[in-house]
């Protein structure tokens, strides 16, 4: 069903494919699971909801098929603490220094960014120069093998260049002061930073393995202006995005942030869908703007995470759910913009498995399944 969607041929019934695995994680580091609640891993929780997965590697203990790979020119420390590590890479513009934090989830969040200067630009752009990116093939399967029928196997490829610099290397204002100031030492950045993608999408398009990759580029309109959408992402996402699908790959991108200032270029995105789209009350957009802007690309996701708190009733969630079905079926992957909070209790679970059972039980029109 999962890639008949992409296909756009008439599936049995509508496809649920939440994310809950930072949920199950969350519970697992804190023992916070409630009592009787035993499971044996996060796909058998999967399987008791009926609801299907979609990355391999997102908090399942499995390899992330792409692979990042530095030169031997490249010299990198790590010293780390017990709360704090400090990364430098050596190159020969300079130290490019970044410290990372521990936090109480056991995740390591930047809190000092390696580029804060021109130098530290010139210096990225060399180590860029001695980084390749590659599939790793083995690791591919080995995830299609784990998901195996519950999804078609996906991943996401590395971040564009502008979001790369935006959300990785830098702080925003430097950046956009950056790009005034010195934009042509920013564009010599990007540009090493796409040609080490090179290898990447090469052998994604030769594997014959994949059928749905994800730009995991996290948008949203604080970080970016329509001219820098224009003149930075789109032409990354057009190239890389035509490689694709010449090879007869499909393709889908994450946008969880505020968006509504944006939506008139949905449609014009060169993607097959658009992932993480988050509707009020969570969210600064109505359902219906987002139907009015996306034209005929597939909506992956759509009910805002919040709705699965017991703030909100379940006769909210289950109304959501419907509209969503009604505006955007058959083209609709639902799921959770973006993922269940991770915090949440018992009552979360339930109501993934109230949206589940919804989906299993509601009517579509019979012509929709013919030839299925």
């Known amino acids: 069903m999962n890639l008949r969607v992409f296909q756009r041929k008439p599936i049995p019934q509508i496809l649920f494919q939440p994310r809950i695995e930072p949920w199950f994680h969350w519970h697992t580091i804190f023992n916070k699971f409630p009592e009787g609640f035993e499971y044996n891993g996060i796909l058998d929780l999967f399987d008791d909801l009926g609801a299907s997965i979609r990355y391999i590697h997102y908090y399942t203990g499995m390899p992330d098929p792409v692979v990042q790979v530095y030169g031997p020119e490249v010299e990198i420390s790590r010293i780390e603490t017990q709360k704090t590590a400090t990364i430098k890479f050596n190159t020969p513009h300079g130290v490019l220094t970044e410290t990372q934090h521990l936090t109480i989830d056991q995740t390591w969040r930047t809190t000092e960014f390696a580029v804060k200067n021109t130098n530290?630009?010139?210096a990225l752009k060399w180590l860029?120069?001695?980084?390749?990116?590659?599939f790793d093939e083995k690791s591919f399967?080995?995830?299609k093998s784990f998901i195996g029928v519950r999804g078609e196997p996906q991943f996401w490829v590395p971040k564009s260049p502008y979001q790369a610099l935006a959300q990785i290397w830098m702080k925003l204002p430097d950046l956009v002061y950056a790009i005034v100031d010195h934009k042509k030492i920013v564009e010599a950045a990007m540009e090493a930073i796409y040609d080490a993608y090179d290898p990447l999408y090469e052998e994604i398009c030769s594997s014959k393995a994949v059928n749905i990759v994800n730009f995991g580029e996290n948008i949203h309109e604080q970080l970016i202006t329509p001219r820098y959408l224009e003149n930075y992402l789109i032409p990354f996402w057009e190239k890389c995005t035509?490689?694709?699908?010449?090879?007869?790959?499909?393709?889908?991108?994450?946008i969880d942030g505020y968006f509504r200032n944006l939506l008139a270029y949905l449609q014009f995105l060169p993607f097959d869908g658009i992932e993480a789209l988050t509707p009020e009350p969570q969210g600064d957009m109505k359902i219906e703007e987002i139907k009015e802007n996306i034209g005929d690309k597939i909506l992956v996701d759509g009910i805002p995470a919040v709705l699965f708190l017991d703030t909100y009733t379940r006769e909210q969630l289950v109304s959501t759910t419907e509209k969503i079905i009604t505006l955007f079926y058959p083209n609709l992957i639902l799921g959770i913009s973006d993922e269940l909070p991770q915090g949440a209790g018992l009552e979360a679970i339930e109501r993934v498995r109230l949206v589940s059972e919804f989906c299993r039980n509601y009517p579509l029109p019979s012509q929709k399944f013919m030839g299925y």
């Open 128 to 134: 860029y120069e001695h980084t390749e990116y590659h």
């Open 141 to 143: 399967l080995s995830g």
């Open 242 to 254: 035509a490689q694709l699908q010449k090879a007869g790959i499909y393709s889908h991108v994450h």
């Open 120 to 122: 530290d630009l010139s």
